[in-house]
């Protein structure tokens, strides 16, 4: 290992680093002064000085939109035809912070799709979110929720390691590599397909299966090609009563 090899992986796993959506000069430079954790602070609150405002677009969009698909925590990967919902700086269609409950209306929803955003919940809110996709789903609708499968990481390490180094190369060790996936990047919960179902089921969820990616009953795949390698799906019914 490089002498500085630990202390630049450190530096860039406290959110220092440069990267990040293209926003033009100015963000870049604020990017590299301020941590990612000081960064979401200032999002997270700014969501929440506009949730009145956040609140009356969601009502508007929500009678508007037919059929009404929601695509929660949508980062760069902004899917047309449904409402994306995101953070103040995420380039949403609806800036809410989805800790808190959503702003709809019971079964009102035609799907719910959510995927690498889970892990960014303690485990608690992650049943909360659970439970308020199940309050806004129509009956019969669809809710797809997709995670970094902790357990393939677990299992890689445990094994040849081959797959954790094709997923998280270059890392000073490979526990390192495992241990990014529910203690960096904002991360606060650990999943796997199996936990991910168990969780949908207490929601209130039927028909749950894990699932592969693109292995969906939407009309179209709305995963992100990005996620493909490291991702669990799991799908489940709201029940028709
Ligand atoms: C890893 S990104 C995933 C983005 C996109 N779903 C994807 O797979 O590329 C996690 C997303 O969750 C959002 N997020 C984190 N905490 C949130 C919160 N409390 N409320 C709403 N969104 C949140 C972040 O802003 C970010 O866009």
């Given at each position: 290992m490089q002498r500085n090899e630990m202390h630049d992986y450190v530096e860039e796993l406290q959110g220092f680093g440069?990267?990040?959506?293209?926003?033009?000069r100015g963000a870049a430079v604020l990017r590299r002064f301020t941590s990612h954790g000081m960064r979401e602070n200032a999002k997270l609150r700014s969501t929440k000085l506009l949730r009145p405002w956040s609140r009356?677009?969601?009502?508007?969009?929500?009678?508007?939109k037919r059929p009404l698909l929601l695509h929660l925590g949508s980062g760069t990967h902004y899917l047309d035809g449904w409402v994306n919902?995101?953070?103040?700086?995420?380039?949403a269609d609806v800036y809410w912070d989805l800790?808190?409950?959503l702003p709809f209306a019971d079964n009102s929803a035609d799907g719910i799709f959510c995927e690498h955003t889970l892990e960014h919940f303690v485990l608690v809110g992650g049943i909360g979110l659970l439970s308020e996709c199940h309050r806004v789903l129509k009956p019969g609708a669809l809710c797809r929720f997709g995670v970094p499968d902790f357990g393939k990481y677990i299992l890689s390490y445990a094994g040849d390691r081959t797959e954790l180094e094709s997923l998280r190369p270059g890392r000073p060790?490979?526990?390192?590599a495992v241990a990014e996936v529910v203690l960096a990047h904002g991360h606060r919960s650990a999943w796997d397909g199996e936990t991910l179902s168990a969780v949908m089921e207490n929601a209130g969820f039927v028909d749950v299966g894990v699932k592969p990616w693109g292995d969906t009953a939407f009309a179209s795949n709305p995963d992100s090609i990005s996620r493909r390698a490291e991702s669990v799906y799991a799908e489940g019914i709201k029940p028709r009563r």
């Open positions: 440069t990267h990040g959506i293209p926003r033009g009356r677009r969601a009502e508007k969009v929500a009678a508007s919902l995101d953070i103040v700086g995420m380039g800790r808190d409950p060790t490979p526990l390192l």
